[in-house]
């Protein structure tokens, strides 16, 4: 039983460190993690998506999805159109500016992950990866 306490304390530990990192790096460019998040979503869509597929990609509600938007909206990184045919559905378009905003701070993402990941071997990876998705299963059978 001590060491699941210690291994969910040090998960705790890993992610509040993490965390605190990756806000600092992203403060820099004047965005949170999850619009971050958002904006490499879109670049992997191809610039281009719906509000429906970004609450997918997030998990998470309409409302945050539109606070989200909003933020990213206003500071010029992402468009948000009506749809032509369908008044319901909320296109969303990636700026030029939300590109060059990625392209500098997946340079800061990489030094990061270089930094997390020194000394962790491809088999170890395969195998915390494989316990992580054990674990977040487990948390998804509520």
């Keep these: ?3 699941k306490q210690y291994a969910g304390f040090l998960i705790k530990q890993i992610s ?12 820099k460019y004047g965005v949170t993690c999850t619009q ?7 670049e992997k869509a191809g610039g281009k998506s719906t509000q429906k597929e970004i609450e997918t990609y997030l998990e998470v509600s309409h409302p945050t999805v539109v606070g989200i938007l909003s933020g990213l909206e206003s500071k010029g990184l992402v468009q948000c159109r009506l749809d032509s045919d369908d008044k319901r559905i909320k296109r969303v378009f990636l700026s030029e500016e939300g590109r060059k905003l990625l392209q500098n701070s997946l340079n800061d993402a990489v030094e990061m992950g270089n930094v997390f990941w020194k000394d962790i071997s491809d088999e170890e990876l395969e195998i915390l990866i494989g316990i992580l998705e054990k674990l977040k299963e487990n948390l998804n059978s509520d």
Excluded: G, P, Q, S
């Design 1 to 3: 039983m001590k060491n």
């Design 16 to 27: 509040e460190k993490t965390d605190k990192r990756i806000i600092r790096n992203f403060k």
């Design 36 to 42: 971050h998040r958002t904006l490499v979503f879109l």
